[in-house]
């Protein structure tokens, strides 16, 4: 069901050896550019077509009414109403403690430069559709948005044609739990090229967030310039770094929970135990015929992206996960806090028997919307910083420009640009009424 690949032995870089995801952005560029001119060109009018071919429902308008948005939080299942809740109470916790104050340095007496964060004027926010419904996509989206201050955003999810060309009536209620109230029933590559160029009432956004396919990751690349991005998301991945002391039912639960997004979604695990690996294996053969979603499971955890990755100790262990930089990286081992506090590459780190994915997907606090593909080692997941621009206030006054004007100059003139000089001393040669003293 899952293959094993053997790295015991070996020394190097091994990042070419690791099973991963395959994703080929690049291919479907070509695929969405004309999706996105037709939205540019022809706005609403492109996105209902769209939504008919792509989605199989002509909605009777992109913009979802707020009376939809009431009435779904009305119906909503009063436990996942107050997980919701809950799910939105803890992120608010931990998104709020990532506010930056602005700070004031004095380089110099009369020359300061303070650091103010300035939050993104708007923002579009993707929760994908498809084989499910992700209320929770929309917490992790606009919870760090609003801890940031952003004065105006929106969502877009795919309209269902089993709801009248609404977006999943959990997404809506999720919307409305968290006082949104601008929706848009439109998916895929076209969501982005709405918030990206503007259609109907959707104003043009300066960014766009959140995770979503193939197709929408390549119109995020296709347009990045034109609108902020958080990033391209590939498929979903875990990772587990484990030793003997670990449990294998526990492994190979968490193993299967991933899988069950996608039949392209990666489970590795990374062990340092062949006896652990075989225990494993058994637990999946167990278990996978028994969860409901078996068959894409079975095609994900057989895919080349999947694998029992042996490893010579667990030092070796961290360097392969290092390697890896899992979109979530587990680890379970003896004193793994410890072992945890050493892994420098992972999206998001879940320590020890008690702290699984699925936590991290809803109620830890921490955002799921995390780096991809390996990309974990230069990038970080959603988080009020994304939604932040950090501008440099610099202010000098007469006298402490000219204490480093001399520096200036030969730094000017080192690089073959005396007119920034000038400009230095153009202050400097006569003193104007407005200047300080």
């Known amino acids: 069901m899952i293959s094993r690949i053997d790295l015991r032995g070996t020394s190097g870089d091994p990042r070419d050896l690791l099973p991963r995801a395959e994703t080929d952005v690049a291919s479907a560029l070509e695929t969405v550019r004309p999706i996105c001119d037709d939205v540019r060109d022809r706005g609403v009018d492109a996105l209902m077509e769209l939504a008919e071919r792509f989605d199989g429902v002509r909605p009777d308008a992109i913009r979802v009414p707020r009376e939809e948005l009431d009435s779904a939080l009305a119906n909503l299942d009063h436990n996942v109403r107050a997980a919701l809740h809950e799910s939105i109470q803890r992120a608010r916790a931990v998104h709020r403690d990532q506010r930056r104050p602005e700070t004031k340095t004095r380089v110099t007496p009369g020359g300061t430069v303070t650091e103010r964060w300035v939050p993104v004027g708007r923002v579009g926010l993707y929760a994908p559709g498809g084989r499910a419904a992700y209320p929770s996509s929309v917490v992790m989206n606009v919870v760090p948005a609003q801890e940031a201050g952003v004065g105006s955003l929106a969502v877009a999810s795919p309209p269902q044609a089993e709801y009248g060309g609404l977006p999943h009536p959990t997404v809506l209620a999720a ?100 006896q652990l690996a075989t225990e494993v294996e058994a637990e999946l053969n167990r278990r996978v015929p028994e969860t409901k979603h078996s068959e894409r499971v079975t095609e994900a955890l057989g895919g080349r992206q999947s694998g029992i990755v042996l490893v010579d100790s667990l030092v070796h262990g961290l360097t392969v996960v290092d390697a890896y930089a899992a979109e979530h990286l587990e680890v379970m081992t003896a004193e793994a806090r410890s072992v945890a506090a050493r892994v420098r590459n992972a999206g998001a780190i879940f320590v020890g028997d008690h702290s699984p994915v699925s936590l991290g997907d809803y109620c830890a606090g921490s955002n799921h919307v995390l780096p991809t593909g390996g990309s974990a080692c230069h990038s970080s997941g959603l988080s009020v910083l994304t939604f932040l621009r950090g501008v440099h206030v610099v202010d000098y006054d007469r006298s402490a420009l000219a204490e480093v004007a001399h520096h200036v100059v030969a730094l000017a003139d080192a690089e073959d640009l005396p007119a920034h000089g000038e400009a230095v001393n153009a202050r400097l040669e006569h003193r104007g009424s407005g200047d300080d003293e």
């Open 175 to 274: 919307c409305a739990l968290l006082e949104v109230d601008e929706v848009y029933a439109v998916g895929g590559a076209q969501a982005v090229a709405m918030f990206a160029y503007g259609a109907g009432e959707c104003a043009r956004a300066d960014m766009v967030t959140g995770p979503g396919n193939l197709w929408v990751a390549a119109a995020k690349r296709l347009l990045k310039g034109t609108v902020g991005i958080d990033a391209e998301a590939g498929p979903t991945e875990i990772a587990i770094l484990a030793d003997e002391t670990a449990n294998p039912g526990y492994v190979a639960a968490d193993l299967i929970s991933q899988a069950e997004h996608d039949s392209v979604a990666a489970s590795v695990l990374v062990t340092h135990s062949p």
